[in-house]
């Protein structure tokens, strides 16, 4: 099985330690963006998640942010990106980080 997480800077070593003294190894370092491995983990099922997790529809969710319920919908579906400006919006009405939403 493989799991990938981040970790500071300065304890990578010591984690990569552990790792091997529990008798895992380190994945090879192929370069690749974890949205090329997990395609289907677009911004937009954060989106969905938080949505859901707070009891909104997608119209309460638009009216709370001025945008059209379609393009949450669009959002959340992977067809319309999620800019920096919408992002701030959304992080606003889920109390969140919006750098989740890029």
Known sequence: MAICFQ???DKLEDIKRIIVCLGGQEASQTGENWRDSFP????GVVLRG???RDN???SE????TGMLQSHISEM????RTIG???AKK????FNTEYKIFL
Request: without cysteine; positive net charge; hydrophobic residues 40%.
């Open 61 to 64: 969710l638009a009216k709370k």
């Open 76 to 79: 959340e579906n992977g067809a």
């Open 56 to 58: 909104l529809t997608q």
């Open 7 to 9: 970790v500071p800077a």
């Open 84 to 86: 920096k400006t919408i």
């Open 50 to 52: 938080l949505r859901n």
């Open 40 to 43: 289907e983990r677009h911004p």
């Open 90 to 93: 959304f992080a606003q009405v």
